[in-house]
C-alpha cells in the first residue's frame, strides 16, 4: 500500500483543529503542526501540546504571517489542513501563496468546517461577511489551481447541543424552549472527533479531490422541532414552547452585541433559512462523507444528547 500522506496542521491547537491532528496521529499519518513560538513558550497551550507529543506529533516553528517559515515547513508534507480561526480566514492567501511556492502539496483543505460558503442564501450580518472571506479564500485557491477539498461539517454538537440550541442557556431546557422561525428547516450536527475521522479519511482519497465534502450521515439531520421533540422524548415532559418570527430574529440579531449577534446570524443561516440541506449534493461539485465511508461508526445527536438527560 503507498505511504500514507504527510499532514501540515495550520490551526491544529484551536476548537476544532485539536480533533484532526488527533484522527490524523490514529490513522497513522505522519503528523505536522504550525506553532508559534509564542505557543511553544507559552503557557497556555502548554497541556495540549504535551498530549500532542505523547501522540507522535511533530512540531514546526512558524506563523502563517511569515511567509519563509510557512514555505519551509509545507516544503516538509504532502497535505495542509488549515483549521485557523476567524480573524486568520482572510490571511490564508498567504498559505495558498507558501503552497504555490513551496511547489510539493498534494491537497490543500482552507478552513472551512461550516457550511458550504457557496449555498448560504439569505445569511445576514455579522456571519455574511465570514461566508465572503471564505468563498473569496475559495476562489483564490481555484485561482491558482491548487488541488482541494472544502469540508463542511456544519453543526459541531459540542457547541450546538450541550444547551439545545438556546444560546444564553449551559444547560438543555427543562420547562420551556425558545425555537426560531417555524422551526421545520433541517440542519446537520457533528460530534467533532467524527469530523476529524471523516476529513483524515478524505485527505489520500481521489474521489474527494477538488470537491465539496459534505458531512452528512443521516443520524444527524434534525430540524429545531426534531430537536425538541427528541428532547422532550428523553426527558418524558413537554416543554412550553415560544416560537420567535425570522423579522423578530433580524431585530435581535441588529440589538444584539458581539458575540451573540454572531451565533445568533449563524442560527437564522442554519434553522431559519436552512441553508444546510436546502440543495441537492450533485457529484459535478460534492460527495457526502458517511456515503463514502460506510464504515465509520459515527456518534448520533440521539447517543449524543444522552449525557445531558
Known amino acids: 500500500m503507498a505511504s500514507k500522506s504527510k499532514i501540515l496542521s495550520i490551526g491544529g491547537t484551536g476548537y476544532i483543529g485539536k480533533f484532526i491532528v488527533e484522527a490524523s496521529v490514529k490513522a497513522g499519518h505522519p503528523t505536522f503542526v504550525l506553532v508559534r513560538e509564542s505557543t511553544v513558550s507559552g503557557p497556555s497551550k502548554s497541556q495540549l501540546l504535551d498530549h500532542f507529543k505523547n501522540l507522535g506529533v511533530n512540531f514546526l516553528v512558524g506563523d502563517v504571517l511569515n511567509h519563509e517559515s510557512l514555505v519551509k515547513a509545507i516544503k516538509q508534507v504532502d497535505v495542509v489542513i488549515s483549521t485557523v480561526g476567524h480573524t486568520l480566514i482572510a490571511d490564508q492567501v498567504k498559505i495558498i501563496a507558501a503552497i504555490k511556492e513551496a511547489g510539493n502539496v498534494k491537497r490543500f483543505f482552507p478552513s472551512e468546517f ?148 454572531v451565533i445568533l446570524s449563524i442560527y437564522h443561516s442554519a434553522f431559519v433559512k436552512g441553508v444546510q440541506t436546502n440543495f441537492k449534493i450533485e457529484p459535478s461539485f460534492g460527495v457526502e462523507a458517511s456515503q463514502l465511508y460506510p464504515d465509520v461508526k459515527y456518534t448520533t445527536v440521539d447517543e449524543y444528547l444522552n449525557q445531558f438527560v
Open 114 to 261: 461550516g457550511n458550504d460558503v457557496d449555498r448560504v442564501e439569505g445569511a445576514v450580518e455579522p456571519t455574511k461577511s465570514t461566508y465572503d472571506v471564505k468563498a473569496k479564500i475559495r476562489r483564490a485557491v481555484e485561482a491558482e489551481g491548487l488541488p482541494y477539498t472544502y469540508v463542511e461539517s456544519y453543526c459541531f454538537d459540542g457547541y450546538f447541543l450541550p444547551n439545545l440550541l438556546q444560546p444564553e442557556a449551559t444547560a438543555p431546557p427543562r420547562d420551556k424552549v425558545v425555537i426560531l422561525g417555524d422551526g421545520n428547516p433541517k440542519a446537520v450536527f457533528n460530534k467533532e472527533d467524527d469530523i476529524g475521522t471523516y476529513t483524515i479519511k478524505a485527505v489520500d482519497d481521489p474521489r474527494t479531490l477538488n470537491k465539496n465534502f459534505y458531512i452528512q450521515p443521516p443520524g444527524n439531520i434534525y430540524s429545531f422541532n426534531d430537536l425538541v421533540s427528541l428532547w422532550e422524548r428523553k426527558i418524558g415532559k413537554t416543554l412550553e414552547k415560544e416560537y420567535v418570527s425570522e423579522e423578530q430574529l433580524l431585530k435581535n440579531i441588529q440589538e444584539a452585541a458581539p458575540p451573540h449577534n
